[in-house]
T-cell receptor, first 116, second 112 residues
């Protein structure tokens, strides 16, 4: 257990429905990342926050995806009008940048989404 | 960030050392080498990282060549629970984003 938690762990939904995932990072970590992982592939970066500011978004993050991190604590990732191609594992990671720019990300267990 | 090349798969006998290579020939001076592993259906787990010196922790050792163009992750006494996909990632020390760029990794199978 890294201290990063994600909820739910599994989600099955029908195409066209909206889903929301939550990530609770390690408490003192000011950076929070979302990644997506499809079967047989390595995780792919989606977006990241420093405190409450969303500083970078991948081109993978279509306009159906939105992420928030109110008050710089937990984060939510919402997918609207889900498509079968959204089926994947959604991973959250948190980190704190140390001296010299070193930063180690710790991952949560992931939320596995299946869109029928 | 520099690209890494790893073998697709490797086998190791239980109790023996597992040596996982990684090539990163375009690495620059401010880039670290990070290793993560992912056991089936779990989130990636941080193992170790280094800049230019060899590093050791309770999980593994990291050997970086003098020219920093390649590295080897060593699991000294592999167990069945070490069966996983191992990712070697090169990431800049500074800069605005700390995002990790994962490749395909090496699938390590530890056999009894």
């Amino acid at each position: 257990d890294t201290g990063v938690s994600q909820d739910p762990r599994h989600k099955i939904t029908k195409r066209g429905q909206n889903v929301t995932f939550r990530c609770d990072p390690i408490s003192e970590h000011n950076r929070l990342y979302w990644y997506r992982q499809t079967l047989g592939q390595g995780p792919e970066f989606l977006t990241y926050f420093q405190n409450e500011a969303q500083l970078e978004k991948s081109r993978l993050l279509s306009d159906r995806f939105s992420a928030e991190r109110p008050k710089g604590s937990f984060s939510t990732l919402e997918i609207q009008r889900t498509e079968q191609g959204d089926s994947a594992m959604y991973l959250c990671a948190s980190s704190i940048r140390g001296r010299g720019g070193q930063e180690t990300q710790y991952f949560g267990p992931g939320t596995r989404l299946l869109v029928l | 960030d520099a690209k890494t090349t790893q073998p697709t798969s490797m086998d190791c006998a239980e109790g023996r050392a597992a040596n996982l290579p990684c090539n990163h020939s375009t690495i620059s001076g401010n880039e670290y080498v990070y290793w993560y592993r992912q056991i089936h259906s779990q989130g990636p787990q941080y193992i170790i990282h280094g800049l230019k010196n060899n590093e050791t922790n309770e999980m593994a050792s990291l050997i970086i060549t003098e020219d920093r163009k390649s590295s080897t992750l060593i699991l000294p006494h592999a167990t069945l629970r070490d069966t996983a996909v191992y990712y070697c990632i090169v990431r800049a020390r500074s800069g605005n984003t700390g995002k990790l760029i994962f490749g395909q990794g090496t699938t390590l199978q530890v056999k009894p």
